[in-house]
């Protein structure tokens, strides 16, 4: 697979979400947790995703429980959770698992386009990947990366759709 847009995925709703939909857009995407450390940045994404959307971002967000167990509610009380507590209004999938035999599709492309430090492998919760607007990864980023940290990379990337 050459673009993050020949890629589908489950909405939290049952539904289907074609990444083409999102072709010309920037997009971040996210492995999410609700009981995490992390779990905060939820209200910085959804900063950024208030601040950027009407320019061309979008951030995904894909809820997972393959660390600690942090996430292991059902999509409808993940969902819950992140609009009651974060006000969450991106786009959010149905929970996957982002390692191993059975990692959802695009995170084993995402993984293959931008690897890690020392392994490929997503290491925790609120790993993030950058993707231009022609569907490429740009850039991943850490866990610990906050969201705000990102925004000048977001910005570059939303002027070089412009051009």
């Known amino acids: 697979m050459s673009t993050i847009y020949e890629f589908n995925a489950e909405r939290m ?7 083409i939909d ?3 857009k920037v ?4 492995n999410t947790a609700s009981k995490c450390g992390f779990t905060p ?3 910085d994404l959804e ?3 208030q601040e950027y959307k009407t320019q061309g971002l979008v951030i995904v967000g894909f809820p997972c429980n ?5 996430d292991p509610g059902t999509n409808d009380e993940i969902g819950a959770f992140c609009q009651k507590n974060y006000g969450v209004t991106f786009p959010m999938m149905a ?3 982002v390692n191993g035999r059975d990692a959802h599709p695009i995170f084993d492309w995402l993984k293959q386009q931008k690897g890690g430090v020392l392994t490929d492998g997503i290491k925790w919760n609120f790993t993030k990947f950058l993707v231009d607007s022609e569907g490429r990864v740009i850039e991943r980023y850490a ?3 906050k969201p705000k940290a990102i925004a000048a990379d977001i910005e570059q990337a939303i002027n070089n759709t412009k051009q």
């Open 47 to 49: 900063a950024l995703y």
């Open 143 to 145: 866990p610990t990366t």
């Open 13 to 19: 709703d049952g539904t289907q979400q074609a990444f």
């Open 27 to 30: 997009l971040l995407i996210v």
């Open 95 to 97: 929970k996957v698992e």
């Open 41 to 43: 940045q939820f209200a």
């Open 22 to 24: 999102y072709k010309g």
């Open 66 to 70: 393959q660390f600690g167990g942090q």
